[in-house]
């Protein structure tokens, strides 16, 4: 039976909001691993023998392969050529590594035993057994080297793979939407990452050990990790299956004389996004539909969500079935234009001062959150609660560091669900208050609220001044990325000497740009990884971390002022 190419003449339907949450759902898999990962990684370590003052060196290791590694994947992204898109490899790639991520950290002291690490535990055991008391004289220390091996390589699996995952996560979201769709696609990404991170904390808040789930999944860190391994699974298949992509091989072989623009315009602006809508595509000229034979397929596309079609290459066919804009001098801008790896990769070095204010602004307002995200909890312990970690186990001190550290994570939920309410107005606030408002404006809130909550140390600060930080999460996640697909859809990346958008002023990548952008995380982790203990030392109080936050916060809202806007 034959198969009818489905695409739709003149433009592409826009996305509701069910389909922009399908699509969205990977990054809510992906924020339930970070909880997971903030919450049990540093115990994890801790206890099979890692040193406090070798823990930063653990989380450096990944921002300084991602720092470099993502950007390269993104001109990867924009260069594949696989039948099945080019967001979505890489989107399955990395989740792979993720799930392996998930399943190495709880189990890395395990695996250890099996390559021959000494269960000193078992041992001890044995001996009250059997009435031992000669290793009394001197006992052995504890050996885990294959443990700390194994937990910190799935703990720089999970970290890396996490954050890079989002790039191609998020250019896929702005290749299936049409431009008027972009900024409820992104608040819309940003609600379901900030829904992932408060039910993923709240579920570290239970207490597993004294479930019948959690006795059988082998106690409390691994029951966590174990159901989020699932949850992650479902997400991250939820998105794979909505929409298909058009493959890069159908956009670069358009000929330009064979039909209307209206077609090509869709497409362009829809970057590689197939819809999975039942309609028809008529030639302009013959009004012959662009059918494929089962027996002999040159073209086919997704009729439905789960049961795809597969695209399969034929030059010729394509040549002659495939169309673009008629006039090209009059609007080159519909026209798909390739380029070679290697002008991707030079993309990277070589970008527009345009983009070059948009990573330093997201550079600050990183910095500005993994201050909070990364140390928040140590900061309610000493500096609220007035506890000590390094005070006797069972000690009053002691007592209140932890009740303060319980007490800062539902801080950190709260950030994550003012994250998700925000998101929901930032597309209004946008439209009525335009871009910049926004932007400078969210980050000037959340320096304020960090401000406040470093000088007063309060309980009730902590729960207040954490939704100031769910503002400025939504508006990194949103903001950076509306600006860059803007500057994509209208093809300008700098302005004249009169201050007019210069039109076609270099082709660049739209995966590219985003992974640039989304590098910056790698970056500001990298840099406070290298840092934020000499400030505390020097400083000799937990509340130079919030303060340190609200001024990076300053900072990246004074380079706020700085970014091309455009017309948003």
């Known amino acids: ?29 992906i924020e339930f691993s970070y909880a997971a990962e903030t919450a049990f990684v540093s115990p994890t370590l801790l206890k099979i023998g890692v040193e406090h003052q070798h823990m930063t060196l653990v989380w450096a ?25 080019r967001r979505r490899p890489f989107i399955l790639l990395l989740s792979i590594g993720v799930i392996f991520g998930l399943l190495l950290v709880p189990n890395g002291e395990t695996l250890g035993y099996w390559f021959g690490d000494e269960n000193l535990h078992l041992r001890d055991s044995i001996s009250e057994i059997d009435n031992i008391t000669s290793t009394q004289n001197s006992p052995p220390k504890s050996s885990h080297s294959w443990g700390i091996f194994f937990t910190v390589f799935g703990t720089v699996l999970l970290d890396f793979d996490a954050d890079a995952c989002q790039s191609p996560a998020r250019a896929y979201l702005l290749d299936v939407c049409l431009p008027e769709d972009q900024a409820r696609g992104l608040s819309t990404f940003t609600i379901m990452a900030g829904l992932g991170g408060f039910f993923g904390y709240s579920m570290g808040g239970v207490n597993w050990d004294e479930t019948e789930i959690g006795r059988r999944l082998g106690g409390h860190v691994k029951a966590v990790f174990s159901i989020i391994t699932i949850i992650f699974i479902a997400c991250v298949t939820f998105t794979l299956t909505s929409f298909a992509e058009i493959p890069l091989w159908v956009l670069a072989n358009t000929d330009t004389s064979n039909c209307k623009g209206d077609t090509l315009t869709a497409l362009s602006k829809s970057y590689g996004a197939c819809e999975s809508d039942e309609k028809t595509f008529n030639d302009m000229d013959d009004n012959k539909q662009i059918t494929t034979e089962k027996e002999n397929p040159n073209i086919s596309i997704a009729h439905q969500i789960v049961d795809e079609t597969s695209f399969t290459k034929d030059p010729e066919i394509t040549q002659e079935n495939t169309c673009a804009q008629n006039g090209d001098s009059e609007n080159p801008q519909n026209t798909m234009e390739l380029e070679s790896l290697s002008h991707y990769l030079l993309s990277i070095v070589y970008m527009p001062l345009s983009l070059r204010i948009i990573c330093v602004t997201n550079l600050f307002c990183w910095m500005a959150h993994v201050c909070y995200s990364l140390y928040f909890t140590d900061f309610v312990g000493e500096s609220v609660f007035n506890g000590d970690p390094k005070a006797t186990l069972g000690s009053r001190p002691q007592k209140r560091y932890e009740e303060g550290v319980r ?4 801080g950190m939920a709260m950030y994550s669900l003012s994250c998700s309410f925000y998101s929901l107005i930032i597309e209004n606030l946008i439209q009525r208050f335009r871009a910049k408002t926004v932007y400078v404006g969210g980050l000037l809130f959340y320096c304020i609220g960090m401000a406040l909550m470093a000088l007063t140390r309060a309980k009730l600060s902590v729960i207040v001044f954490s939704w100031t930080a769910g503002i400025m999460y ?11 697909a803007h500057y994509h859809n209208v093809s300008t990346f700098g302005l004249d000497e009169n201050g007019a958008p210069k039109l076609g002023s270099g082709l660049r990548g739209l995966g590219t740009d985003v992974a640039i952008i989304s590098s910056m995380v790698f970056l500001a982790q990298f840099l406070l990884s290298l840092c934020m203990g000499t400030i505390i030392k020097i400083s000799g109080t937990t509340t130079a971390v919030i303060s340190t936050a609200s001024f990076f916060s300053f900072c990246g809202a004074l380079s706020a002022t700085r970014i091309m806007y455009l017309d948003l």
């Not at 039976?1 to 898999?29: C, F, N, Q, W, Y």
């Not at 939504?474 to 860059?484: I, N, R």
């Open 1 to 29: 039976m034959d198969k009818v190419l489905s695409i739709p003449v003149g433009r592409l339907p826009t996305k509701t909001r069910s389909e922009l949450v399908r699509v969205s759902a990977a990054v809510m898999g």
């Open 474 to 484: 939504s508006t990194l996640f949103t903001m950076p990325y509306l600006l860059v």
């Open 407 to 410: 007490f800062g994570c539902w």
């Open 61 to 85: 290791l990944s921002p300084l392969v991602g720092f470099f590694l993502c950007p390269v994947l993104g001109s990867l992204s924009d260069r594949c050529k696989l039948n099945i898109g």
